[in-house]
């Protein structure tokens, strides 16, 4: 089962991807613009070559267990952000990833400025639009809140609370 870290920027994710994917002896899957971009200037096409490095990344988990740091979702949303409606191509690859369940990061942790990073002031409003598209698309999803420990905690039991529902 594929568990996706979504939210705004500095919520949390790479660092709750790693803590996730330590504590259940799995592996995670770095988000691919940290590996493809040196800064936060880019173009329309650069978000499509992320998105397919992305994809690719997925594929190679196997159906085992594992943690992502991010997925299709986060490039869709920074599409419309910074270039209005999204190609039909990255529409279409989002509609048909595959099951996965969202640990959508509250943006509750102080800013941590980073060359990939642009908007310090307005999280609230970028995980305001996270949340209506897991909502809008009927994506299973809960909130990660809290500093430290207490945010791995929670992370950790629903983690453990999605594997043992029955399928």
């Not at 613009?33 to 070559?49: C, E, G, I, K």
């Not at 995980?127 to 500093?147: M, N, T």
Request: hydrophobic content about 40%; overall charge negative; proline content about 7%.
């Amino acid at each position: 089962m594929l568990f996706v870290l979504t939210g705004p920027e500095s919520s949390g994710k790479s660092t709750l991807t790693e803590t996730l994917a330590a504590h259940f002896a799995t592996r995670w899957i770095t988000e691919a613009a940290r590996d493809m971009l040196t800064d936060a200037v880019y173009q329309a096409h650069n978000l499509l070559q992320i998105a397919e490095a992305q994809r690719r990344a997925e594929r190679a988990h196997d159906d085992a267990l594992a943690f992502a740091d991010t997925d299709l979702q986060t490039i869709y949303i920074w599409w419309q952000e910074r270039f209005g409606p999204a190609p039909s191509s990255l529409v279409e690859a989002y509609a048909r990833q595959s099951p996965r369940f969202y640990l959508l990061c509250q943006p509750d942790l102080p800013w941590q400025p980073d060359p990939l990073r642009q908007n310090p002031h307005d999280r609230e409003r970028l995980f305001a639009l996270y949340e209506r598209d897991l909502c809008a698309r009927g994506l299973p999803y809960e909130i990660v809140s809290g500093a430290g420990n207490a945010r791995a905690e929670r992370a950790i039991a629903t983690v453990k609370r999605v594997l043992a529902a029955p399928p």
